[in-house]
């Protein structure tokens, strides 16, 4: 059973079968509307004060900051960068100007190893190139012993005050002596052992080795000699072939 206020209500809405409308545009139909509260523009900060709120530290952005910086201080924020990226940050608190400190000296250290590095290598290069010339000579005249002037490599080792290259060529010269008068069979593969057990003379045979061992000190020992002592050590190789020219 329905009330008669349902009744009416269902009544109504059959009567109407549409949906209601709203007239818009009559007079004192928004005054049901609460009004919000005017803004007064006295209440509002100054633009000089408002300002000022946004030039404290938190507000610069680092295009203005990179500007003000100086070159020192542009080289200790890209080294401080750099170190960061080696080591994890520490977990206490560092002191920021202990910390700048080391980023200074580890800069210069960076620098200075670059430095002997790079003349390091460059002279490293220069005696490698020095000693592959000298060894490519030496090759050249104990391939042609008999034959080439040992002498004249001998007096250009002592210009350029190479007195170890000297003395080796003393001792080849001793060899080449005995070469020559066919006392030895030369073959640059020979060690200086093999060349004695040609020999049958033992004075012979014992200076020369006296001689060999001083040319192995000076050479294979890596010493080095001063012009005073090459002058005592040539002395030997002298005498002997002085007598057993």
């Known amino acids: 059973m329905f009330s008669a206020l349902q009744v009416v209500?269902?009544?109504?809405?059959?009567?109407?079968?549409?949906?209601?409308?709203?007239?818009?545009?009559?007079?004192?139909?928004?005054?049901?509307?609460?009004?919000?509260?005017?803004?007064?523009?006295?209440?509002?900060?100054?633009?000089?004060?408002?300002?000022?709120?946004?030039?404290?530290?938190?507000?610069?952005?680092?295009?203005?900051?990179?500007?003000?910086?100086?070159?020192?201080?542009?080289?200790?924020?890209?080294?401080?960068?750099?170190?960061?990226?080696?080591?994890?940050?520490?977990?206490?608190n560092f002191n920021e100007n202990i910390f700048n400190i080391l980023a200074v000296v580890g800069g210069i250290i960076f620098v200075f190893l670059a430095y002997k590095f790079f003349i390091s290598r460059k002279r490293v290069y220069i005696h490698h190139e020095q000693e592959e010339e000298e060894l490519q000579q030496i090759d050249f005249v104990e391939k042609n012993l008999l034959r080439v002037d040992v002498?004249?490599?001998?007096?250009?080792?002592?210009?350029?005050?190479?007195?170890?290259?000297?003395?080796?060529?003393?001792?080849?010269?001793?060899?080449?002596?005995?070469?020559?008068?066919?006392?030895?069979?030369?073959?640059?593969?020979?060690?200086?052992?093999?060349?004695?057990?040609?020999?049958?003379?033992?004075?012979?045979?014992?200076?020369?080795l006296a001689c060999a061992a001083l040319f192995d000190y000076v050479w294979f020992g890596g010493f080095g000699i001063t012009a005073t002592s090459f002058a005592k050590y040539e002395e030997q190789f002298v005498q002997f072939q002085r007598r057993w020219s």
């Open 151 to 208: 002498g004249a490599y001998l007096s250009e080792a002592l210009q350029q005050k190479n007195y170890a290259l000297a003395i080796r060529y003393l001792h080849l010269m001793n060899i080449q002596l005995l070469g020559r008068k066919g006392i030895v069979q030369w073959n640059q593969s020979k060690t200086n052992s093999e060349l004695m057990e040609e020999v049958d003379n033992v004075a012979l045979k014992n200076e020369f």
């Open 9 to 92: 209500a269902v009544d109504t809405l059959a009567v109407a079968g549409s949906e209601p409308t709203y007239t818009y545009w009559k007079p004192g139909y928004y005054d049901s509307i609460p009004k919000s509260k005017m803004i007064i523009a006295d209440t509002l900060p100054s633009y000089d004060a408002m300002l000022s709120r946004y030039q404290s530290k938190e507000f610069e952005y680092i295009e203005s900051i990179s500007d003000k910086l100086s070159f020192f201080d542009k080289l200790l924020d890209r080294i401080g960068t750099f170190f960061s990226s080696l080591f994890p940050a520490p977990n206490t």
